[in-house]
T-cell receptor
């Protein structure tokens, strides 16, 4: 079974802090994604990566950056956390580029910025 | 750019049927459907490609009409285990990377 793990289930940070969210997948998937989930808005794509060191902006990249130094690990970085970044963050991976591959999601990190 | 899902929520008794619709303003290449139970990660249900095909997962099936840029998910003879939030995730024809534009979700509650 594909397993996507995220470093924390719950995280509380203060405004202005630099925040790192880590995601690891164990099935050699090419694509990795970071989504933000908010009530009534569904899943919105922040960034995705189709290969090591390669990244593309999603629909809401402002205030975020990403890093993918190894194939299995994809990190989301909040350079200076703000209260409007309080949300559930979901990481996902899929085998190959293209839309014919299902995405496997991690359990999510609920981030609260005070 | 986000697809529109309807209804936002539906309450069913066990054994009843329901339809969830997903409409996009842009041309679609494929549509994914996922279900998320409370407190859990979204789980893949099925992918539909253009061509009007239908697919099934248990007693859940779906259709995709690329001309109308719409997909529908059919919950037939619903079971308690069908409760959760259903998301459609269309892939646009202009995208080659497999990015999905998820809808806001439809909350389904199945009661005994």
């Amino acid at each position: 079974d594909v397993k996507v793990t995220q470093s924390s289930r719950y995280l509380v940070k203060r405004t202005g802090e630099k925040v790192f969210l880590e995601c690891v997948q164990d099935m050699d998937h090419e694509n990795m994604f970071w989504y933000r989930q908010d009530p009534g808005l569904g899943l919105r794509l922040i960034y995705f990566s189709y290969d090591v060191k390669m990244k593309e902006k999603g629909d809401i990249p402002e205030g975020y950056s990403v890093s993918r130094e190894k194939k299995e690990r994809f990190s989301l970085i909040l350079e200076s956390a703000s209260t409007n970044q309080t949300s559930m963050y979901l990481c996902a991976s899929s085998l190959l580029a293209g839309g014919l591959n299902e995405q496997f999601f991690g359990p999510g990190t609920r981030l609260t910025v005070l | 750019q986000q697809p529109v899902q309807s209804p936002q929520a539906v309450i069913l008794r066990e054994g009843e049927d329901a339809v969830i619709n997903c409409s996009s303003s842009k041309a679609l290449y494929s549509v994914h459907w996922y279900r998320q139970k409370h407190g859990e990660a979204p789980v893949f249900l099925m992918i539909l490609l253009k061509g009007g095909e239908q697919k099934g997962h248990e007693k859940i099936s779906a259709s995709f009409n690329e001309k109308k840029q719409q997909s529908s998910l059919y919950l037939t003879a619903s079971q308690l285990s069908y409760s959760g939030t259903y998301f459609c995730g269309p892939q646009l024809t202009t995208d080659s990377w497999g990015k999905l534009q998820f809808g806001a979700g439809t909350q389904v509650v199945v009661t005994p």
